[in-house]
């Protein structure tokens, strides 16, 4: 009998079959600061869903695992291969099938990077809003990851974009949902299913994406503050008062210092601010007329210095940018500082100072540095911890995801659970929710042969049990 990888050749051919060292080490890793990096047995590169379709038959026959990668920017090692397995790469499914102006969507292939789309929908003033910090990641990664990033308050996440897709179950059938329609009461939501599944329940072959009307007119306020504690406070105030800003994040004064530095961004501070000024609240604001975009750039100023802002600065066009760009690279900031984790706790916004009061209780009692920036407006916190003793770091961890779950949020935020925050996940979510959604994987999935070990991992109870 033909093995796997000959099966997989004579399917698709050697070019498009890696193995051995010609697999390149980017296919063994994210950009998780934590996951082991795994070579798979092979990468392969499929032209459309019929070919990801006879993978999967393949894989099944020989119980290999399958991981999809797209452009491996993730954080959590969700698209690290697995022992044994094959990988099946996006680079060659790179094309944007449609961007229809009309209907206001775009149509991709999952390989498509966010950058080009941004690129292609610009040509017709139209944006795709979800720009997570990394503009190289894929559409399948960022369906699959329901990635979000700084646009949210204003426009939600991946998941309020996806409209349709076409995707492959774990059996090998190749399944359409949705449409260039915003709404449907039609049987179950199977496409916000597979949105944030991490690759677990199908593979994603195409996307149908809402598009908006780019808007021509941008402003950047940043304005300093005394402590993250009263940028937390001013939040809900800002979102209440309807200028509805398209960016509202905030900046500890470690994390600033990290991010400029790393830039050499000079934002022209007047140095008794920055001495008084323990955090940063940056806020976009964007319409499409430039007189509207003046006036809601004066109402912004008067609230937030009466909620206690030192100061407001409105950024040129250029050191907005900058400031921007070296916000969405704080990963890279943190990582180059040491930090031996990051966290993407969620919370409900009007709980982030109490959240942060008790993070740093936690990192005092452990003594362990925990400085980061978030997403404000949508209670999205990003710490960078730094501490390299590993049962120590573990214990931060597991009472940091505590703290954010007793406070109503989630341990995941945008990231996705992936392999690295599995543990925490299952310790902390519901247990019948477990069962529901292991349930679930077995339903799509029932060899348990994708992404295993990422999110769930495999459903051995339910194996044994012979619901599989
Ligand atoms: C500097 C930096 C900043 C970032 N900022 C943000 C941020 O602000 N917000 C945010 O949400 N994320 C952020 N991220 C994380 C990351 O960019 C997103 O998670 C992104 O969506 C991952 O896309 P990818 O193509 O790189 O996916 P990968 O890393 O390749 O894969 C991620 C997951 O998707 C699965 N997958 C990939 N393709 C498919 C497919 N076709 N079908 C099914 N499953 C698939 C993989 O198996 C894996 O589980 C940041 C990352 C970096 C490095």
Known sequence: MLGAVDKLTALLGSARVLTGTDI?????????????WHAPDAVVLPHSAAEVAEIIAIARDFAMPVTARGSGTGLAGACVPRAGGVLIAFREMSAILEIDVDNQV?????????????????????????????????????????????????YGVTRHQVLGLEAVLGTGEVIRTGGKFVKATSGYDLTQLIVGSEGTLAIVTEATLRLY?????????????RTVADIAAAVPRIVQS???????EYIDVMSMAAITAARGLELGIDAAVKEAALAYLVVVLESR??????????????????????D???????????????????????????????????VPRAQIPEFLARVQLIAQDTGSMVVGCGHAGDGNVHLSVFQSDPERLEQVLRSVFAAGAALGGAVSGEHGIGTDKRGHFLALEDPAKLALMARIKAAFDPDGILNPGAMLGPAPALVEAGAG
């Not at 009307?213 to 503050?225: D, G, I, K, M, W």
């Not at 509207?292 to 030192?310: F, K, P, Q, V």
Request: charged residues 20%; without cysteine.
């Open 24 to 36: 390149s080490e980017d296919d063994w890793h994210d950009e998780s600061l934590v996951a082991l």
């Open 106 to 154: 775009a149509v991709v292939q999952p390989g498509v990077n966010l950058r080009a789309l941004d690129e292609a929908t610009a040509r017709h003033g139209l944006v795709y809003p979800v720009f997570p910090g990394e503009s190289s990641a894929s559409l399948g990664g960022s369906v699959a990851t329901n990635a979000g990033g700084m646009r949210a308050v204003k």
């Open 213 to 225: 009307p780019r808007q021509a007119h941008a402003a950047t306020v940043l304005a300093p503050f």
């Open 242 to 248: 309807g200028i509805a800003p398209m960016i509202l």
């Open 289 to 310: 007329d430039s007189g509207r975009l003046d006036e809601d750039i004066e109402s912004l100023g008067d609230l937030i210095t009466t909620l206690g802002a030192l």
């Open 312 to 346: 407001v600065y409105v950024l040129p066009p250029r050191a907005a940018a900058d400031l921007i760009e070296a916000r969405e690279r704080a990963f890279f900031a943190a990582k180059a500082a040491g930090a031996n984790e990051i966290v993407d706790t969620v």
